[in-house]
C-alpha cells in the first residue's frame, strides 16, 4: 500500500517536473518551513500564546454580542491551523520515521547474529509481519520461561 502511495505521488512530481517546475526546491522549502513550524509549535511559548488569543476570543464576545460573525472567526482561525498542522506535523512524523528506520536498519546490519531479512520491515503486507511478529513473541515467551527456570534453580 504504501510503495503504491510512493509510486502515485512519485508520478505526480515526475509531471511537475515535466510542467518546469523545480520540486526539489519547493521540497527542500517545505521541509525547512516544517521543521521550523514543528519546532515552535511544539514549545510552550507557542501554546501559551494559543491560550491567549481563545481568552482574548471569549473577553471579545460581549463586544460583539456573541453573534454568529465573532463564533465564525475562532472556528474558521482553528480549521485553518488544525489543517495546515495536519500536513506540517505528518511531514515531520514522516521524516522522523524515515531516521529512525535508517539508524535501525544500520544496527541490523551491523549486528552479526541480526536476521538481514528484518531490513525492510516496514514494506512487508500486514500478514508477513503478523508471521513474523507472532515468531518474535514465541521467542520472548520461551526467553521467559528460561529467566524463569533460572530463577527457580536458584532459590
Known amino acids: 500500500m504504501a510503495q503504491k502511495a510512493e509510486e502515485i505521488l512519485d508520478s505526480v512530481e515526475q509531471w511537475f517536473?515535466?510542467?518546469?517546475?523545480?520540486?526539489?526546491?519547493?521540497n527542500t522549502r517545505f521541509d525547512r518551513f516544517a521543521r521550523f513550524a514543528a519546532r515552535l509549535?511544539?514549545?510552550p511559548v507557542a501554546?501559551?500564546?494559543?491560550i491567549f488569543i481563545i481568552l482574548l476570543w471569549m473577553l471579545s464576545g460581549p463586544v460583539f454580542g456573541f453573534s454568529d460573525t465573532w463564533q465564525l472567526?475562532?472556528?474558521?482561525?482553528?480549521?485553518?491551523?488544525t489543517f495546515l498542522m495536519v500536513f506540517i506535523i505528518?511531514?515531520?512524523?514522516?521524516?522522523?520515521?524515515?531516521?529512525?528506520?535508517i539508524k535501525l536498519d544500520e544496527l541490523?546490519?551491523?549486528?552479526?547474529?541480526?536476521?538481514?531479512?528484518?531490513?525492510d520491515l516496514e514494506e512487508m503486507e500486514e500478514e508477513e509481519l503478523e508471521?513474523?511478529?507472532?515468531r518474535y513473541l514465541e521467542l520472548a515467551r520461551r526467553a521467559r520461561e528460561e529467566l524463569e527456570e533460572r530463577k527457580g534453580a536458584k532459590s
Open 47 to 50: 501554546f501559551n500564546i494559543a
Open 41 to 43: 509549535a511544539g514549545r
Open 131 to 134: 508471521i513474523l511478529r507472532n
Open 73 to 81: 472567526i475562532i472556528n474558521t482561525a482553528t480549521t485553518i491551523v
Open 90 to 101: 505528518q511531514h515531520t512524523q514522516n521524516r522522523d520515521t524515515d531516521a529512525i528506520q
Open 17 to 26: 517536473q515535466n510542467k518546469g517546475i523545480d520540486t526539489r526546491r519547493w
Open 108 to 119: 541490523i546490519r551491523a549486528v552479526d547474529q541480526a536476521e538481514n531479512r528484518l531490513l
